[in-house]
T-cell receptor, first 114, second 113 residues
Framework: NAGVTQTPKFQVLKTGQSMTLQCAQD?????MSWYRQDPGMGLRLIHY???????DQGEVPNGYNVSRSTTEDFPLRLLSAAPSQTSVYFC?????????????FGPGTRLTVT | AQSVTQPDIHITVSEGASLELRCNYS??????LFWYVQSPGQGLQLLLK??????LVQGIKGFEAEFKRSQSSFNLRKPSVHWSDAAEYFC???????????FGKGTHLIIQP
């Protein structure tokens, strides 16, 4: 059981470039989400999904896109990277709705935008 | 809107001493409350959670937390800390719905010999 996996672990982008952060889970969880972690800010919710084909915005969705074509995968797309998107990104999953159940977190992707 | 306050950015504790990390929340109904721990360069791991029932909850690694509705608090405690407890600790609140958790800004725990 790998749990929640994220790739890549590290990434450096130039302003304006696009990229996709990958997230996969093998626990058959319906709920998946993306958070960003910034120094002194805790974690903030970007987007979430309650099941395949269903996504919704969290607290800080601007500049990010998501899709959920399968239960296992929940990629996060940066459309045109900006320095303000420099952060550590965590994917999480849970069996039940996001704020009522234990979240299982991936190891994170550290993104730097120059 | 819901919110979480962790008043202490850094706490230093001697190995073997007791620990209490503070968490205050704001939420209109009965909250779902969590404590997570993050070791350097790692993801977050759940220590314990409170949904309902007994207000004193036990978690992993010898941690416990007490829910006090009158004080809107959910403080984390450990009777005797170990050097391996050095990490970042996050308190989080949710309403049980699909809109995810609201996290505090974290408390960095330093263990001195």
């Amino acid at each position: 059981n790998a749990g929640v996996t994220q790739t890549p672990k590290f990434q450096v982008l130039k302003t304006g470039q696009s990229m996709t952060l990958q997230c996969a889970q093998d626990m058959n969880h319906e709920y998946m989400s993306w958070y960003r972690q910034d120094p002194g800010m805790g974690l903030r919710l970007i987007h979430y999904s309650v099941g395949a084909g269903i996504t919704d915005q969290g607290e800080v969705p601007n500049g990010y896109n998501v899709s959920r074509s399968t239960t296992e995968d929940f990629p996060l797309r940066l459309l045109s990277a900006a320095p303000s998107q420099t952060s550590v990104y965590f994917c999480a999953s849970s069996h039940l709705a996001g704020s009522g159940d234990e979240q299982y977190f991936g190891p994170g992707t550290r993104l730097t935008v120059t | 809107a819901q919110s979480v306050t962790q008043p202490d950015i850094h706490i230093t504790v001697s190995e073997g001493a007791s620990l209490e990390l503070r968490c205050n929340y704001s939420y209109g109904a009965t909250p779902y409350l969590f404590w997570y721990v993050q070791s350097p360069g790692q993801g977050l791991q759940l220590l314990l959670k409170y949904f309902s029932g007994d207000t004193l909850v036990q978690g992993i690694k010898g941690f416990e937390a007490e829910f006090k509705r009158s004080q809107s608090s959910f403080n984390l405690r450990k009777p005797s800390v170990h050097w391996s407890d050095a990490a970042e600790y996050f308190c989080a609140v949710g309403g049980g719905g699909a809109d995810g958790l609201t996290f505090g800004k974290g408390t960095h725990l330093i263990i001195q010999p």
